[in-house]
């Protein structure tokens, strides 16, 4: 079973709308999660970190937040622009030295934005 | 170079042929690893190096996978005898963080990745 769960699989919004995508995760304890933006046909690109202690980073429009206790974390783009179309991705870290490198990903929530 | 750089960017090999995918790490990046990626699915662990060493292999899904990094810099994935189930993308990431307990959250970053078809 996947220890990085997202949600929706897909959304699609409206030029300037704001969204907000979800990450459910099971991986303990806890190191670190991270949110990648992936392009069609990219790499994946880091938008932001945040350790077990942290409950909010921000990064330009996006601002990510967690709550470590409940084993939640969110994605908010604010003034949505079409150049944020893509898959958005969850990343989350075990904190012993057997999940160093095995990060657990989610599937992505694929972020359509229409003019 | 300023970026994990992959190539080739995109093989298409025969079912039968080898392989061998090429990722240059971020200059002095301790850690590396290699994901694979199939279409519409997040990437999934395949290896991860420290320096030379090859400290996790786990996530190889058969011994037609192979892996080195002699030097601690560039390092290859080799896929013999492809199969059409092995067409996917295969990602390649270095850190600067030297293992261990990853408490400090450093940047993992991500090359383009290297598009292998199999036909």
């Known amino acids: 079973k996947n220890q990085v769960e997202q949600s929706p699989q897909s959304l699609i919004i409206l030029e300037g709308k704001n969204c907000t995508l979800q990450?459910?995760?099971?991986?303990?304890?806890?190191?670190?999660l991270r949110w990648y933006k992936q392009d069609t046909g990219r790499g994946p690109v880091s938008l932001t970190i945040?350790?077990?202690?942290?409950n909010t980073k921000s990064n330009g429009r996006y601002t990510a937040t967690l709550d470590a206790d409940t084993k939640q974390s969110s994605l908010h783009i604010t003034a949505s622009q079409l150049s944020d179309s893509a898959s958005y991705i969850c990343?989350?870290?075990?904190?012993?030295?057997?999940?160093?490198?095995?990060?657990?990903f989610g599937a992505g929530t694929q972020v359509v934005v229409t003019p | 170079g300023a970026g994990v750089s992959q190539s080739p960017r995109y093989k298409v090999a025969k079912r039968g042929q080898d392989v061998a995918l090429r990722c240059d790490p971020i200059?002095?990046?301790?850690?590396l690893f290699w994901y694979q990626q199939a279409l519409g699915q997040g990437p999934e662990f395949l290896t991860y190096?420290?320096?030379?060493?090859?400290?996790?292999k786990s996530g190889l899904p058969s011994d037609r996978f192979f892996a080195e990094r002699p030097e601690g810099s560039v390092s290859t994935l080799k896929i013999q005898r492809t199969q059409q189930e092995d067409s996917a993308v295969y990602l390649c990431?270095?850190?600067?963080?030297?293992?261990?307990?990853?408490?400090?959250?450093?940047?993992?970053?991500f090359g383009e990745g290297s598009w292998l078809t199999v036909v």
């Open positions: 990431a270095s850190s600067q963080d030297r293992g261990g307990i990853p408490l400090s959250g450093n940047t993992i970053y």
């Open positions: 990450c459910n995760y099971t991986v303990s304890p806890f190191s670190n």
């Open positions: 945040m350790t077990f202690s942290e």
């Open positions: 990343v989350v870290s075990g904190r012993t030295t057997d999940s160093w490198g095995k990060f657990q």
């Open positions: 200059s002095g990046h301790v850690s």
């Open positions: 190096f420290q320096n030379e060493a090859q400290l996790d």
